[in-house]
Every structure is written in structure tokens, then in C-alpha cells.
């Protein structure tokens, strides 16, 4: 082998990988730039949130357009309350996708906890906080023997949660007692939850939120640009964040003026989207996340990176319990009371529709937990129109149904562009 050959060989193969991957080029600046890299996204399959985006779009057109009144301020701001349960579930049902796998339990555990919530609060006297709190632990542990039965003893992921939906259901009867039903404290914490309304109407609530969150939005994504640069990477150029974040407060503007003509802005909005906000900055900003997809990217790749993967689905099953416990405290505050029926029927194919309709794969390693918020939105959107046009329940389930195989569809499809991208 000829010695001066070598660097013309290596510089040979970084010219060819350079030309294979399009993320090892510096990107193109300008209007003509930006239009060429979201052209290759949508080539290579990188859709992002446009789909859900359009979905909604459409969805509110549509309804408008039959009803007349589905953009009305009242209507807007009960969609808002009403996604804060089946979202906070569907929160946790993100980080269980993302490591590839499934729990059927997150109904069962949202239904036992406001049960426990419930009775220590009612029949035993229990300060209402207290109780929640215990509920909320009660959920946790739940989580915990999930993840110790599946990540220490091997059990399929699928068949331990499936016993725990059958096991906490029993345990929600049983709490419950031959009553079956306890009615919230009236003015209690968990009645408040679903009828709080920040500042008793005052519009700076819902303006401030609106103005706060594109400019935390522009910041965060400028500093970490600033990152990139100074470590020598590529980063967004600072006129897309921009864009990006006026886009974004556009959104938040319209929507804060929505609701301020009708009541002003929910607590239980302001509740899941502060969960949505703090777990998506575990999975994007913090080393936990990073392992957490990396174990759904591929388990014996995280474990000889140093992963404890054991850990880390311990970890992200009790998430996800204690965020269905959490959703089912709202539900039982949107209803009145805590029951028998409570987290079942369709609550837990809901979270799990909105989790995957939003973006999140099912396939693992992929997912952002805005998916759950997006997904919810349309799920409940489309509940809400066809509740106004006096649809059967049936039609509802048939049409989530196809919006639900849609999301799958893209989502396989979306696979299998990259797969062929790479080939």
C-alpha cells in the first residue's frame, strides 16, 4: 500500500460522507437555505409536529364550519380543561414509547389513585393534601413493582402491566368499598383542580404566559446555539429561532386572547403544560434523558455506554405511574367524584392514541413529550366537534380509531424513509 495515498484516500472518504449526510455541511443561510433544508426534511421523512399542526387546522375548519360555533371562547377553554387529564397520562405514555415499550396499566393506576385520593380524604378524614399525596406515592410504587418485575426478573413489559391493569382495577373496587362512589369535598383541592381559573379571570394571567413562553423559547434555543458554535458544531442560525419563536407566539397570543373572552386561563392548562415543559427539558437537557433514549435506541449499545439500563426502566415506568396518578386526580375533579368507572373505557387508548398521533414512534428511541400535548389536542378537539353535531360515541371511537392507524402509517413509513436514506 502506497503511503502517499493515504490522506488522499481519507480525504477522498470525508468528501463522499460529507456528500452522503447533509448534517456534516454547514447550513445554508437565507430564505433560499432554509427552503432547501426543510425540502430535504420532508424528503427524508422529518415531518415533525406539520402534521398534527395541519390536522388541527383542518379539524377546526371543519367543525366551524358545521357548528358555527366551535371557535367560540367558552368552547375553546373547555377543550383546554378537558385535556389535562388523559394529557398528563399521555405525558408518561411518551417516555414508555420511547424506550419501546407499552403499559396497560396507566388507566387502572389513574383510577385507584383518585379512588385513595378520595376515601382518605372523605370517609377518613385524612387533610385533603395529605391524601393526595398518598395517592400519588400509591401510584409511584405501582410504577416501581412494574419496573422491578419487568427490568430485574425479565417479565414482558406487556404482560406485567396488563396484570397490574386487572390487579389495580380490584384495588379501586375494593377501595372504594359496596358504595362505589365518593364525591369530592366541595371547594376541596381536588375539586378545585378542574375549576380554578388563574386570577378569578384577570387577563395578565394568559397574556403573561403567552408573552413568556416564545421568548423562553428564543432563549433557550439561542444559548444553545451558542453552545454549538463555540464547540465547533453547526447550529440554527439565530434568524430561524427567531422565526420559529414568532411563530410560536402567534399561537400562544391567539390563544391567550381566546381565553380571556371567556373565563381566562385554566389551572388545569397551567398544570399540564408545566408538566410537558419540565419533561421536556429531563429528556432533551439532562444527562437521565439522553439515557433514556438511548436505552429505546438500543439496549446492549446502552448498556456498554455505561447505561444502567435496569435503572433507567425502573425509573421511567414510576414516571409514568405517578403521571396517571396525577391525570386521574383531574379526572375525578372533572367528574365530581371518584368511581368504579373512573380510568376505564377509552382513558388509556386516549393517552396512548395522543402520544403516537402527536409524533412519539412506536417503535422507541423517538419521541418528544409536546407529542402528548399536540395529540391530545386533536383527540379532544375532534371528541368536542362531534359531541356538537350530536355524533354517536361510536363514530367518535371509529374516527380516533383511523386518525390513530393514520399516525402509525407515518410513522412506519417515516422509518423505513430513513432506513433507505442510509442505505
Known amino acids: 500500500m502506497s503511503t502517499p495515498d493515504a490522506p488522499a484516500d481519507a480525504a477522498g472518504a470525508a468528501a463522499s460522507a460529507s456528500a452522503a449526510d447533509p448534517r456534516l455541511h454547514q447550513p445554508a443561510q437565507g430564505w ?21 399542526v395541519v390536522g388541527l387546522v383542518v379539524i377546526a375548519v371543519v367543525f366551524q364550519s358545521v357548528t358555527h360555533h366551535f371557535l367560540q371562547a ?8 378537558f385535556i389535562a387529564g388523559p394529557g398528563l397520562i399521555a405525558v408518561g405514555v411518551v417516555f414508555v414509547l420511547i424506550l419501546g415499550e407499552i403499559d ?9 389513585s383518585a379512588a385513595i385520593a378520595a376515601v382518605l380524604a372523605v370517609r377518613q378524614d385524612l387533610p385533603e393534601w395529605l391524601a393526595i399525596l398518598a395517592a400519588l406515592g400509591a401510584a409511584c410504587a405501582m410504577g416501581l413493582l412494574h419496573g422491578f418485575f419487568f427490568a430485574r426478573i425479565g417479565v414482558p ?49 394568559a397574556w403573561g404566559l403567552a408573552v413568556l413562553a416564545p421568548a423562553l423559547y428564543l432563549t433557550a434555543h439561542l444559548h444553545t446555539a451558542r453552545r454549538r458554535r463555540a464547540a465547533g458544531l453547526t ?78 426502566r425502573i425509573s421511567v415506568f414510576v414516571l409514568s405511574a405517578f403521571l396517571a396518578g396525577l391525570g386521574g386526580l383531574f379526572y375525578a375533579s372533572q367528574q365530581g367524584s371518584a368511581d368504579k368507572q373512573l380510568g376505564s373505557g377509552n382513558v388509556l387508548m386516549s393517552a396512548i392514541a395522543a402520544a403516537v398521533i402527536g409524533g412519539t414512534s412506536l417503535f422507541g428511541g423517538r419521541g418528544r413529550t409536546w407529542s402528548a400535548l399536540l395529540g391530545i389536542l386533536v383527540i379532544q378537539s375532534i371528541t368536542t366537534g362531534l359531541d356538537m353535531v350530536h355524533a354517536a360515541q361510536a363514530i367518535q371511537y371509529m374516527i380516533t380509531g383511523a386518525v390513530l392507524l393514520a399516525a402509525v402509517v407515518l410513522d412506519s413509513l417515516t422509518r423505513r424513509t430513513r432506513g433507505t436514506g442510509r442505505t
Do not use: C, K
Open 32 to 52: 433560499a437555505g432554509r427552503a432547501a433544508a426543510a425540502r430535504h426534511r420532508l424528503a427524508s421523512g422529518e415531518l415533525g409536529s406539520l402534521p398534527v
Open 74 to 81: 367558552d368552547n375553546l377553554t373547555n377543550i383546554t380543561r
Open 104 to 112: 396497560l396499566s396507566l388507566g387502572s393506576v389513574a383510577g385507584s
Open 157 to 205: 413489559a406487556f404482560v406485567v402491566t396488563l396484570a397490574g391493569m386487572l390487579a389495580w382495577s380490584g384495588l379501586q373496587e375494593w377501595v372504594l368499598g359496596s358504595g362505589g362512589t365518593v364525591n369530592n369535598r366541595h371547594d376541596g383541592i381536588i375539586a378545585s383542580l378542574d375549576t380554578t381559573f388563574l386570577g378569578d379571570g384577570d387577563i395578565a394571567y
Open 235 to 312: 447550529a440554527r442560525p439565530t434568524a430561524d429561532s427567531a422565526i420559529r419563536a414568532g411563530a410560536l407566539a402567534v399561537l400562544t397570543l391567539a390563544a391567550a386572547y381566546a381565553l380571556n373572552q371567556d373565563r381566562g386561563l385554566p389551572l388545569s392548562l397551567v398544570v399540564l403544560l408545566g408538566a410537558v415543559l419540565a419533561t421536556d427539558f429531563v429528556l432533551r437537557r439532562t444527562r437521565y434523558g439522553r439515557q433514556v433514549f438511548a436505552v429505546g435506541g438500543g439496549i446492549e449499545a446502552a448498556r456498554r455506554a455505561g447505561v444502567n439500563v435496569a435503572r433507567v
